[in-house]
């Protein structure tokens, strides 16, 4: 499974940003799939995970603010950010599972300035 990772970028507090993420390779093997981030000097967090039916799970922090999304069809998952702060700044990566193992993404930035 390959994952090609696009839609960060720099914006102000506030404003909105779209992931896309596309699947390629084994993708009838892909069940859940998902987004995470890495901010500088942190350890890597769950922002948003979808299964295959489309249930969704949150992190906390992002509640309500994002929206994690996915075309079965199109092989891709999308994540609509909303209201975006400064702490949500990081690296974003997708995954997706496959056959007991995680992949990722190669990694978008998203910046939230001030």
């Known amino acids: 499974v390959q994952l090609q990772a696009s839609g960060g970028g720099l914006v102000q507090t506030g404003e909105s940003l779209r992931l896309s993420c596309a699947a390629t390779?084994?993708?009838?093997?892909?069940?859940?799939m998902g987004w995470y981030r890495q901010a500088p000097g942190k350890q890597r967090e769950l922002v948003a995970t979808?299964?295959?039916?489309?249930?969704?799970n949150y992190a906390d922090s992002v509640k309500g603010r994002f929206t994690i999304s996915r075309d079965n069809a199109k092989n891709t998952v999308d994540l609509q950010m909303i209201g975006l702060k400064p702490e949500d700044t990081a690296v974003y990566y997708c995954?997706?599972?496959?056959?007991?193992?995680?992949?990722w993404g190669q990694g978008t930035q998203v910046t939230v300035s001030s």
């Open positions: 979808i299964t295959s039916g489309s249930s969704a």
């Open positions: 390779g084994d993708i009838e093997s892909i069940n859940g």
């Open positions: 995954s997706a599972r496959s056959r007991g193992y995680l992949y």
